[in-house]
């Protein structure tokens, strides 16, 4: 049976409904995804979060008496504006290596090759916007710039098959109309990984993760409790009544009709990219910090224990990795 857990912060002290200018939805990430192979065991995996670093160490064994070479991926999440009001949290302003991702195979840097493609109603157009010099990255200047250069004659096709939205406006000097992007892009890092016989290998990546936000949370809301979002928090990252409880005495304390005085972040890590090797992980740790001791969290997990003033811990052994890590951050507000 999965056990419902909330670390509460000593003393008092998540997409919040309703949302603010500035917040802004997580992209949910992952880790490596090996080519499978029955020879290859997964002896031990360190998965370590925080709101400024994830990273995840694998310690794999070659079980048979010859090398074993196989493709080895990171998948980056895709990033798609649906419409105007896609807020997306993107670490970087990179426009390929956006969550800043770095690998080592026995403490050496790993020299990866990257792969970017873009999508439209499911149908790959990265020549096509090559061909029109657009960039691929839609999150980037360059590329909004780029669309505006885009010969007018060629804005309906563009349109048609789901590659932009035509946005048309008056910002006070008359009508203006512009192209906004409005496909999928892929962003995968790859590399051939050797791994030797009777012998085991270490890899590490490091990568920033994508951190959804809200200027202030709507939990502990009265008037938020029975709406739906309120009971989809509860499930996806296991709030427990003593978590509601502080809530509301941080609520009281600070004269609030509305939400306690903590800002949101939110990490969604994907466990289901950790299981292509032979067999479950022999042992798997999980260490979540919370960055200071005044910030609540509450994520899902069994058996989960504090190990710090910031950090707990989850460990588990013989682990087929499923489903998702979802975690939830919230940060004391600042008196103003």
């Known amino acids: 049976m999965k056990t419902t ?42 998965l370590a979060i ?20 196989l493709l080895v991926a990171f998948p980056m999440p895709d990033i798609h504006y649906a419409d105007a009001d896609t807020v997306l949290a993107i670490p970087s302003e990179d426009p390929v290596n956006f969550l800043g991702f770095a690998a080592t195979v026995d403490g050496k840097p790993v020299k990866a090759e990257v792969q970017q493609r873009v999508l439209a109603v499911g149908i790959d157009r990265t ?5 029109l010099n657009v960039p691929l990255a ?40 512009h192209l906004i992007p409005r496909w999928s892009l892929q ?15 270490s890899i590490e990546l490091k990568y920033q993760p994508s951190v959804g936000e809200a200027e202030q949370t ?12 309120y009971s989809d928090y509860q499930q996806k990252y296991c709030i427990d009544k003593n978590f509601y409880s502080a809530l509301d005495r941080a609520r009281r ?25 032979s067999g479950p992980i022999g042992n798997f740790h999980v260490t979540v910090d919370k960055g200071d001791a005044d910030t609540m969290v509450s994520f899902c997990g069994d058996n989960i224990k504090k190990v710090g003033a910031t950090q707990m ?19 004391k507000l600042k008196p103003h």
């Open 138 to 177: 839609p999150q980037a200047d360059a590329t909004t710039a780029a669309l505006d250069k885009v010969p007018p004659e060629k804005w309906d096709e563009l349109v048609r098959i789901g590659l932009v939205e035509l946005d048309e406006y008056d910002a006070g000097k008359g009508p203006e109309k």
């Open 253 to 277: 304390a600070a004269k609030s009709s509305s939400g306690a005085p903590f800002s949101e972040q939110r990490i969604d890590y994907s466990l289901a990219t950790g299981a292509d090797w």
């Open 187 to 201: 962003t995968t890092y790859y590399w051939e990984q050797t791994f030797p016989p009777k012998a085991e290998t």
């Open 127 to 131: 020549p096509l916007l090559q061909s």
């Open 50 to 69: 925080s709101a400024k670093e994830i990273k995840a160490s694998y310690r794999s064994f070659n079980n048979s008496d010859k090398d074993i070479s």
């Open 218 to 229: 709507s939990l502990g809301d009265p008037a938020e409790a029975k709406e739906s979002w």
């Open 313 to 331: 811990e989850l460990r588990m052994t013989d682990y087929t990795p499923d489903g998702s890590l979802s975690v939830l951050f919230l940060r």
């Open 5 to 46: 857990i909330a670390i509460l912060a000593a003393g008092i002290a998540a997409v919040a409904v309703p949302a603010h200018a500035d917040d802004s939805s997580e992209l949910s990430t992952g880790g490596l995804i090996f080519v499978q192979n029955e020879n290859l065991e997964m002896r031990a995996a360190e």
